[in-house]
């Protein structure tokens, strides 16, 4: 199994940086995709990126391509979401997610989450 634990949330005005990380327990990661999704209020949640563990292929979302950087670190088996140019519609629960096959942007196909992490950007 993959089991994500997020962190890095918080506070922070728009045009700021924040970095959050997942760090994703298993005993192997040959076939894992991890992939980064949030959720407001009201909201269905939603794709942000995600990336394949062997190979580091990324995926993002429209709406933080050229602002979000996913990455991973293999040694300390994390994966991690650096976002720049923060804005307020950008504030939600921010949940990482493993699974065992496909790289996808549907949350569905995902069987592991970690409990989220908290993002406000204020206006």
């Known amino acids: 199994q993959v089991q994500p634990v997020e962190s890095g949330g918080g506070l922070v005005e728009t045009g700021g940086s924040l970095r959050l990380s997942c760090a994703a327990s298993?005993?192997?990661?040959?076939?894992?995709?991890v992939g980064w999704f949030r959720q407001a209020p009201g909201k269905e949640r939603e794709f942000v990126a995600a990336i394949t563990w062997s190979a580091g292929s990324t995926n993002y979302a429209d709406s933080v391509k050229g602002r979000f950087t996913i990455s991973r670190d293999n040694a300390k088996k994390t994966v991690y979401l650096q976002m720049n140019s923060l804005k307020p519609e950008d504030t939600a629960v921010y949940y990482c997610a493993g699974v065992y096959g496909l790289q996808a942007t549907n949350p569905k196909a995902y069987d592991y989450w970690g409990q989220g992490t908290q993002v406000t950007v204020s206006s």
């Open positions: 298993g005993r192997t990661f040959v076939r894992v995709a």
